[in-house]
């Protein structure tokens, strides 16, 4: 089968490289992701990776600490996590490139949109790492936006836990519905949480369709690149 898309950007949350540990990272987990990922990379497809920093740091909880310090803390669990990746990757001998958006020149690039498309160009799988640099934006809005620079095709938004959008939490709702299609308005009318509002609104704008699976499903992200029917598709009509 052909990949049905050139290229993408796949969120991937800190939880999902926690694995069964729940925080830091697994291993084995981070291995297992990037195996797939060089599949897809096999193929042709230009991949960027956006990365959330949740195993590491959950600026909602930090209550008592000042939100511009806690979201700071945030992007440099991001930072970690792209690192993880991009020795994972490179070590099943894929080029990889991290670029962060706060500057920290001795472990990543700069964010330089021109830069990033040209390492994704020339086959290299570029991560974005710190979010967008500032406080208050999450790494939804991070992938969002940089989808739109990059002119990827679609968001791969990998969940760990849920295989889709429901139309309330299937883990404590047995009888909640999931979700085949959307648009971007159902989500911010429905208030169904799967992005953010800012960066809903902001692919909505751009018109960037998502597609919304469960990573703990083997090769769940071969799967979605190969065109296969699974998870929830978002986009317009």
């Known amino acids: 089968m052909q990949p049905v898309f050139n290229r993408v950007v796949l969120k991937i949350s800190g ?7 729940v925080t830091g990272i697994d291993t084995e987990t ?59 990757l490179e070590k099943l001998g894929v080029n990889t490139r991290v670029q962060s958006a706060i500057d920290m020149r001795q472990i990543a690039e700069p ?25 208050y934006f999450s790494t939804d809005t991070t992938a969002a936006l940089r989808a739109a620079e990059i002119e990827a095709e679609v968001i791969l938004l990998a969940k760990k836990g849920v295989d889709g959008v429901y139309d309330s939490d299937p883990k404590v709702n047995v009888d909640a519905k999931k979700f085949e299609k959307l648009t971007h308005m159902d989500i911010l009318n429905m208030g169904l949480g ?44």
């Open 15 to 21: 939880e999902a490289l926690a694995g069964p540990k």
């Open 30 to 88: 981070v291995n297992k992701i990037c195996q797939q990922i060089k599949y897809i990379h096999s193929l042709g497809v230009q991949i960027a990776i956006v990365v959330g920093g949740g195993n590491f740091w959950r600026g909602r909880q930090a209550k008592e600490m000042d939100r511009t310090t806690s979201d700071y803390i945030g992007m440099l669990g991001t930072v970690m996590n792209a690192l993880a990746l991009q020795d994972a």
């Open 111 to 135: 964010y330089i949109r021109r830069r990033a498309i040209r390492h994704l160009e020339k086959g290299r799988v570029v991560i974005f790492a710190a979010g967008t640099g500032n406080p």
């Open 194 to 237: 799967v992005m953010d509002s800012t960066a809903t609104s902001l692919c909505m704008d751009n018109n960037i369709p998502l597609i919304v699976f469960g990573i703990d499903e083997p090769n769940s992200i071969i799967d979605v690149v190969l065109g296969k029917k699974i998870g929830t598709q978002v986009k317009e009509d």
